[in-house]
T-cell receptor, first 121, second 114 residues
Framework: AQKVTQAQTEISVVEKEDVTLDCVYE???????LFWYKQPPSGELVFLIR??????QNEISGRYSWNFQKSTSSFNFTITASQVVDSAVYFC??????????????????FGGGTRVLVKP | GAGVSQSPSNKVTEKGKDVELRCDPI?????LYWYRQSLGQGLEFLIY????????KSGLPSDRFSAERTGGSVSTLTIQRTQQEDSAVYLC????????????FGPGTRLTVL
């Protein structure tokens, strides 16, 4: 069965420090998608990135970067030069994309437990 | 454009009462999902709709939970005879299509069962 593990429950940093969030996943499928969502104190889940299993190229978006390594089943997320506004809970998620599984359960997301990031001024 | 909206934002009810939670997806999105976020269980998938059809209801926690979607748009999640363990934030998401598309989430409904 699919599973996502975020071993870090909480990380506290001082503003301008870099912070890396770990995500390890398990899946039976060769075709799958990985996601990161941000949940600020307001509570709404905000989409950050989607990566498919065939694209291991790392991605950078502003201060955010993602490192996808299939060999270790990891999809880690780094915030560079953190800011107070980055304080939130970050969730890694997986969706299995084999047609039979989509037919049964749609494109359902399996989430990790989340990592709370606290950036202090 | 408008995002996913949910109502009410907060609901406090007494044990044993029925509640209805509403989700209005992004216009044009054909797939709709319900999730629940609670302290003990984290974020868990409940049910999805493709159009008005919900092919798999096995994610619903008990037979007190039901959901429907009409006109390929608004969805309602109903919990009958609420229990304290139903207290959670209920999140709705929608995606343009069922297969592989990114899900965009609403603000959630916080349900408290006294």
């Amino acid at each position: 069965a699919q599973k996502v593990t975020q071993a870090q429950t909480e990380i506290s940093v001082v503003e301008k420090e870099d912070v890396t969030l770990d995500c390890v996943y398990e899946t039976r499928d060769t075709t799958y998608y990985l996601f990161w969502y941000k949940q600020p104190p307001s509570g709404e889940l905000v989409f950050l990135i989607r990566r498919n299993s065939f694209d291991e190229q790392n991605e950078i978006s502003g201060r955010y970067s993602w490192n996808f390594q299939k060999s270790t089943s990891s999809f880690n997320f780094t915030i560079t030069a953190s800011q107070v506004v980055d304080s939130a809970v970050y969730f890694c998620a997986l969706s299995e994309a084999e047609p039979a599984r989509i037919k049964a359960a749609g494109n359902k997301l399996t989430f990790g437990g989340g990592t709370r990031v606290l950036v202090k001024p | 454009g408008a995002g996913v909206s949910q109502s009410p934002s907060n609901k406090v009810t007494e044990k044993g009462k029925d509640v209805e939670l509403r989700c209005d997806p992004i216009s044009g999105h054909t797939a709709l999902y319900w999730y629940r976020q609670s302290l003990g269980q984290g974020l868990e998938f409940l049910i999805y709709f493709q159009g008005n059809s919900a092919p798999d209801k096995s994610g619903l926690p008990s037979d007190r939970f039901s959901a429907e979607r009409t006109g390929g748009s608004v969805s309602t999640l109903t919990i009958q005879r609420t229990q304290q363990e139903d207290s959670a934030v209920y999140l709705c998401a929608s995606s343009l299509e069922l297969r592989t598309d990114t899900q965009y989430f609403g603000p959630g409904t916080r349900l408290t069962v006294l």
